[in-house]
Nanobody
């Protein structure tokens, strides 16, 4: 089992940047595919980005391609989401998630563990 704790959320102006971090407990972090998801008020949780266990493969949702970058540091048991050129529509609670599988994917229900989320607000 792994426990996930997100940090780094906050208020930023449109066009600005934020870097989210997700710290994982346990010694098997490198065995998990990691993902970032977000949920805006009144909307369903949606996929943002995912990264393979080695960090060599990544996947992004179309709305964030070219603006967001997911990365991981297995030695530190952490995954990151660098968000640049932020837009008001990026406003949401952001969650990191861990999947015991081996394939990078965007399917919410297949992720086994979730953090509590961190709030991101982008002002126009």
């Amino acid at each position: 089992q792994v426990q996930l704790v997100e940090s780094g959320g906050g208020l930023v102006q449109a066009g600005g940047s934020l870097r989210l971090s997700c710290a994982a407990s346990g010694r098997t972090f490198s065995m998990y595919v990691m993902g970032w998801f977000r949920q805006a008020p009144g909307k369903e949780r949606e996929f943002v980005a995912a990264i393979s266990r080695s960090g060599k493969t990544t996947s992004y949702a179309d709305p964030v391609k070219g603006r967001f970058t997911i990365s991981r540091d297995n030695a530190k048991s952490a995954v990151y989401l660098q968000m640049n050129e932020m837009k008001p529509e990026d406003t949401a609670d952001y969650y990191c998630a861990a999947d015991r599988g081996t394939v990078v994917h965007s399917t919410t229900v297949r992720y086994d563990y979730w953090g509590q989320g961190t709030q991101v607000t982008v002002s126009s």
